[in-house]
C-alpha cells in the first residue's frame, strides 16, 4: 500500500500572508482560483503518474474536500472525511494576524513547535501530534 499526503490549495488567507488559518471554513479560508488550479495540476501530475485511488481520506474542511476532489476527481461521496486530519486549532486567533499574538510565542510555535504551549481554546502541538497519530 502506498500512501500520499497533500495539503489543501491556496485559501485567501494564505494569499494574504501572516495570518493564523487553523480550522476555520470562512470564505476567506475557502480555496482561491490559485488554490483551484494548484489542485488541478496535482491531478495531472496524478494522471501522468498513472495513480489512481482506491481510497481517499480528507478532512471535513472546504478547502481540503475541494482539494481533494479536484485533485483526484472523485465526487464529495467517495471522500472519507475524518476529523482527526483537520489542521490545529488557534481558538480566538483564527483569521487573525500573527502580531495579535504574543511574539515570543509565536516565535515558539513557529520554530520550536515540540515546546509550544498555547493560550487558552488553542491545541497544543503535543495534541496536535496525538490527534494526527491516531488517524
Known sequence: MKIYLLRHGETRINALGGRFQGQINTPDAALTE????????????????????????????????????????????RLTMDDRLKEISFGPFEGQKWEKMNPKTLHTMLYDF??????????????????????
Open 34 to 77: 490559485k488554490g483551484r488550479r494548484q489542485a488541478r495540476e496535482v491531478r495531472e501530475e496524478f494522471r501522468t503518474m498513472g495513480l489512481h485511488f482506491d481510497l481517499v481520506y480528507t478532512s471535513p474542511q472546504e478547502r481540503a474536500v475541494e482539494t481533494a476532489m479536484l485533485a483526484t476527481g472523485l465526487p464529495a461521496e
Open 114 to 135: 515540540g515546546n509550544y504551549i498555547p493560550g487558552p481554546g488553542m491545541e497544543s502541538g503535543i495534541r496536535l501530534i496525538q490527534r494526527v497519530s491516531s488517524f
